[in-house]
Nanobody
Framework: QMQLVESGGGLVQPGGSLRLSCAAS????????MAWYRQAPGKERELAAH???????NYADSVKGRFTISRDDANDMVYLQMNGLKPEDTAVYYC?????????WGKGTLVTVSS
């Protein structure tokens, strides 16, 4: 069993930056593939960024070049550095952990990009 707690969301102006954090509790964090998903108002949840247990990363086209996902296996943390934020990045951001059919979600943190 794994619990995920996101933090770092908030209100930011267009062009600004935020760093989201996800704290994981449970065993064997280093074996999990980790991801950040987001869900904008009235839209379906979508993948923003993904990092494997071997630190291979991939990004949605809409965030590529602006967002960076990273992980700290020593401290069971995963991060999402978001730069050049746009109003269309406004969403609830969810942390996800997945391995061998196990799938865990955090409760999300709200990011609002507005002037």
């Amino acid at each position: 069993q794994m619990q995920l707690v996101e933090s770092g969301g908030g209100l930011v102006q267009p062009g600004g930056s935020l760093r989201l954090s996800c704290a994981a509790s449970g065993s064997d964090f280093r074996f999990y593939h980790m991801a950040w998903y987001r869900q904008a108002p009235g839209k379906e949840r979508e993948l923003a960024a993904h990092i494997t247990n071997f630190r291979s990363t991939n990004y949605a086209d809409s965030v590529k070049g602006r967002f960076t996902i990273s992980r700290d296996d020593a401290n069971d943390m995963v991060y999402l550095q978001m730069n050049g934020l746009k109003p269309e990045d406004t969403a609830v951001y969810y942390c996800n952990a997945e391995k061998s059919g196990e799938d865990y979600w955090g409760k999300g943190t709200l990011v609002t990009v507005s002037s």
